[in-house]
């Protein structure tokens, strides 16, 4: 798997429950496209966690690089289904930082 990593804060006003369904928006519109496996949104708890990341992470898995880039690809075509679901996740966001990790060892990893 490889895992597309997001941490983000939300705009001053955002309503915590709002941002939780724009992900499942946005995400569910890539799932059901068969660009994305799956996906986990966390929040940070009692303030605990690294300095400067955000107080929400996103985990967003691929079954493989090929997979990722299909996502990347659907955002990219800007249709208004897609444009409309992910500014509703983009609009309401800051302080974005990402990274991409992979389980260890994985299948290519020679022994």
Sequence with gaps: MNLYEIWVDLVPGTPDLEFVAAVEGWLGLLKDRGTVESWRVSRRKFGFGPEGLGEWHVSIEFRDLAQM??????????TQDVEEAHARVYRIVTNYKSGLYRD????ERAQ
């Design 104 to 107: 260890f060892p994985d299948p």
């Design 69 to 78: 880039d299909e996502a990347f690809h659907h955002a990219a075509r800007r």
